[in-house]
């Protein structure tokens, strides 16, 4: 039973049931209308993974590209990688979304918004974005802690916890597992 996602539904999808990795290049996203390889790469195949169709892929990423880079230079430059993912073009492989494990080995440099917040943000950036999923006081702390021992998937886990309100007793090991298990609590 694979779930479909439509261009619609992103942005109530993201506050509802995205881990914060896929979050963050949202608002990136939405704010920048650019999103580098790196992170075109990793949240573009997450929402392949979630179920977004390929022509719903290129009308949301034209939509935000064509604002900063003008539609025509989208067209030549950036849907070719995003027929690419789905297999469209090239050796026609179909790509598979990024597991926890490798998104947290990710480097991104500077500009780039692609990697693990638990991960790759500072100690403010990552608890100011919590406290805008909600998770505050003794939770926050929680996952702090994980945070600082380096457990960044038991955090993740946490914070899947603290904002759904049951157990996740599987632990978080990847972005699209985090999004299907929100979608079983919360449909
Ligand atoms: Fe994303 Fe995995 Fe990091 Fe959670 S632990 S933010 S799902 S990469």
């Known amino acids: 039973d694979a779930v479909e996602i439509s261009l619609k539904d992103i942005d109530q999808l993201a506050k509802?049931?995205?881990?914060l990795c896929m979050r963050h290049m949202l608002d990136k996203l939405r704010e920048n209308h650019h999103l580098k390889h790196g992170g075109r790469m990793q949240f573009g195949l997450f929402l392949k993974g979630a179920g977004l169709k390929l022509e719903d892929a290129l009308a949301f990423w034209r939509?935000?590209?064509?604002?900063k880079v003008g539609s025509e230079?989208?067209?030549k430059e950036y849907a070719y990688s995003i027929?690419?993912?789905?297999?469209?073009?090239?050796?026609?492989?179909d790509y598979t979304s990024y597991s926890c494990q490798k998104i947290i080995s990710a480097t991104?440099?500077?500009?780039?918004?692609?990697?693990?917040?638990?991960r790759h943000f500072g100690d403010e950036n990552l608890r100011a974005a919590l406290n805008k999923m909600g998770v505050g006081g003794h939770a926050l702390e929680e996952i702090m802690d994980k945070v600082k021992n380096?457990?960044?998937?038991l955090a993740c886990t946490l914070t899947f916890e603290a904002t759904h309100g049951v157990s996740c007793?599987?632990?978080?090991?990847h972005p699209n597992q985090y999004f299907s298990e929100s979608?079983?609590?919360l449909r």
Do not use: L, M, W
Request: proline share 7%; glycine share 14%; net charge positive.
């Open 150 to 153: 380096r457990h960044y998937q």
């Open 108 to 118: 991104p440099g500077v500009g780039d918004h692609h990697g693990c917040p638990y």
């Open 169 to 173: 007793d599987s632990g978080i090991n």
């Open 83 to 93: 027929r690419h993912n789905y297999g469209k073009e090239g050796k026609r492989t």
């Open 183 to 185: 979608q079983k609590v």
């Open 73 to 75: 230079r989208f067209d």
């Open 16 to 19: 509802s049931s995205f881990p």
């Open 63 to 67: 939509a935000e590209f064509s604002q």
